[in-house]
């Protein structure tokens, strides 16, 4: 029996990374063991090339760079070879996961073809779209148009509940949803030495206290709660270290920041990091992840903390903490640096509560790609026998 063919469209991808790309990547690896999948997407005209070998096909459109942006725009309607490889590819379904040029392709070909289309909410768009006009107009206005092609699809797949709600109660999403919570490839780490070689790699004591943030070093992140937080915990853990791991535009503030408040000794800038057995091996070492962001939706780094039985404190109301459980899976704070602060240093003062928490966080929140992608697959599966049924129930 000949496999499906799915089509999956981004407008960005490697070897830009961020948390949509590696979903979108971990996705694909384990659908293609089910299904022929291609991704569609952007040729990069600023970075290099990533030659890295992947069991499904990837097909890129020309595009234009935005020099202000890491981003580049897409123009698949003047990509010959693009839409050629498109209308030959035979897809039995459409998936997309950024709504812009190279979706609006994907759909394009689907209403052609009478094929179901899914797409994949990942972003607060009313949110993105303020922040870059500064106008609530123009919110208003991009994101009835994002929307629009959000409703064009069979089914959308939300990341968590908090994602689910955003999009049906406050942008009016119409589209039927489904929640289908991410995961993590980085597995729980078998290196029993891996501690001391951390320790080492970053001139740590073994008695330190860890916190540790990972992502991009951006105000988006809240990253200054954690600092503020660092100063009023050094006053009763003397302990204590917080490693950043990452880079970003803001990492020279930071740093200014830490520097005039006398906390130099406290925070370590590890810089990005992509060698996964040591990610594995801070996460492993670290006692708490540290993720206050507003901006994530969800946030890929607790699930990868998880697999290590390291809990995440993360900020209520926030996508993060949907789906944790304070004091159960992790720990949930307000947006205060004292009451973060009081938190972390709760946390660690109670070893019984906080060991139970760690084993609670690996067995209930930590998650492989493997399942998501299960879900998917049951899913895709659906959505083209119910577009298959309907079809021959109209020729009868």
């Given at each position: 029996?000949n496999?499906?063919?799915?089509?999956i469209?981004i407008?960005?991808?490697y070897?830009?990374?961020d948390?949509?790309?590696?979903v979108?990547?971990?996705?694909?690896?384990n659908?293609?063991?089910?299904?022929?999948v291609?991704?569609?997407?952007?040729?990069?005209?600023?970075?290099?090339?990533?030659?890295i070998?992947?069991p499904?096909?990837?097909?890129?459109?020309k595009?234009?760079?935005?020099?202000?942006l890491?981003y580049?725009?897409?123009?698949?309607?003047?990509?010959?070879?693009?839409?050629?490889?498109?209308k030959?590819?035979?897809?039995?379904?459409?998936?997309?996961?950024?709504?812009?040029?190279?979706?609006k392709?994907g759909?394009?070909?689907?209403?052609?073809?009478?094929?179901?289309i899914i797409?994949?909410?990942h972003?607060?768009?009313k949110?993105?779209?303020?922040?870059?006009?500064?106008?609530?107009?123009?919110?208003?206005?991009?994101?009835?148009?994002?929307?629009?092609?959000?409703?064009q699809?069979?089914?959308?797949i939300?990341?968590?509940?908090?994602?689910?709600?955003?999009?049906?109660?406050?942008?009016k999403?119409?589209a039927?949803?489904?929640?289908i919570?991410?995961?993590?490839d980085?597995?729980p780490?078998?290196?029993?030495?891996?501690?001391?070689?951390?320790?080492?790699?970053?001139?740590?004591?073994?008695?330190?206290?860890?916190?540790?943030?990972?992502?991009?070093l951006?105000?988006?992140?809240?990253?200054d709660?954690?600092?503020?937080?660092?100063?009023?915990?050094?006053?009763?853990?003397?302990?204590?270290?917080?490693?950043?791991v990452?880079?970003?535009?803001?990492?020279?503030y930071?740093?200014?920041?830490?520097?005039?408040?006398?906390l130099?000794?406290?925070?370590i800038?590890t810089?990005k990091?992509t060698?996964?057995?040591?990610?594995?091996?801070?996460?492993?070492?670290?006692?708490?992840?540290?993720?206050?962001?507003?901006?994530?939706t969800?946030?890929l780094?607790k699930?990868?903390?998880?697999?290590?039985?390291?809990p995440?404190?993360?900020?209520?109301?926030?996508?993060?903490?949907?789906?944790?459980?304070?004091?159960?899976?992790?720990?949930i704070?307000?947006?205060?640096?004292?009451?973060?602060?009081?938190?972390?240093?709760?946390?660690?003062?109670?070893?019984t509560?906080?060991?139970?928490?760690?084993?609670?966080?690996?067995?209930k929140?930590?998650?492989?790609?493997?399942?998501?992608?299960?879900?998917?697959?049951k899913?895709?599966?659906?959505?083209?026998?119910?577009?298959?049924?309907?079809i021959?129930?109209?020729q009868k």
């Amino acid at each position: 029996m000949n496999k499906l063919n799915v089509g999956i469209f981004i407008d960005t991808y490697y070897p830009m990374i961020d948390g949509v790309i590696t979903v979108v990547d971990n996705l694909a690896k384990n659908l293609s063991k089910d299904f022929n999948v291609i991704v569609f997407t952007t040729k990069s005209v600023k970075r290099k090339k990533c030659e890295i070998e992947r069991p499904y096909h990837i097909i890129k459109s020309k595009s234009i760079p935005i020099f202000f942006l890491d981003y580049d725009l897409p123009t698949p309607t003047f990509d010959r070879s693009f839409k050629k490889a498109l209308k030959e590819s035979k897809l039995d379904i459409v998936y997309f996961h950024s709504p812009m040029a190279i979706a609006k392709a994907g759909i394009k070909y689907a209403q052609k073809h009478n094929i179901p289309i899914i797409s994949h909410l990942h972003s607060q768009f009313k949110r993105d779209f303020y922040r870059a006009t500064h106008s609530k107009i123009l919110t208003n206005i991009l994101l009835k148009k994002i929307i629009k092609v959000f409703n064009q699809s069979d089914c959308c797949i939300a990341v968590n509940k908090f994602t689910q709600n955003l999009f049906i109660n406050e942008y009016k999403l119409k589209a039927p949803t489904v929640v289908i919570p991410s995961a993590t490839d980085l597995a729980p780490i078998n290196d029993k030495n891996i501690v001391h070689k951390i320790n080492d790699m970053f001139n740590l004591k073994s008695n330190d206290k860890i916190l540790t943030f990972v992502g991009r070093l951006n105000k988006l992140k809240n990253i200054d709660l954690i600092i503020d937080s660092v100063k009023i915990l050094k006053e009763k853990l003397n302990d204590v270290k917080c490693l950043l791991v990452g880079a970003g535009k803001d990492e020279p503030y930071f740093r200014k920041k830490i520097q005039k408040s006398n906390l130099g000794e406290f925070f370590i800038f590890t810089g990005k990091i992509t060698d996964k057995e040591i990610l594995k091996g801070i996460y492993k070492r670290s006692h708490l992840l540290l993720f206050p962001s507003f901006y994530d939706t969800d946030g890929l780094i607790k699930f990868e903390a998880a697999a290590q039985k390291t809990p995440c404190v993360c900020i209520e109301g926030t996508g993060v903490a949907s789906s944790i459980i304070d004091n159960i899976t992790g720990y949930i704070s307000k947006n205060s640096s004292q009451e973060f602060a009081l938190k972390i240093y709760n946390a660690l003062r109670d070893k019984t509560k906080y060991e139970e928490i760690c084993s609670n966080a690996y067995n209930k929140l930590y998650r492989t790609w493997d399942e998501s992608a299960n879900e998917v697959n049951k899913l895709i599966i659906k959505l083209i026998n119910k577009k298959k049924e309907k079809i021959n129930d109209k020729q009868k």
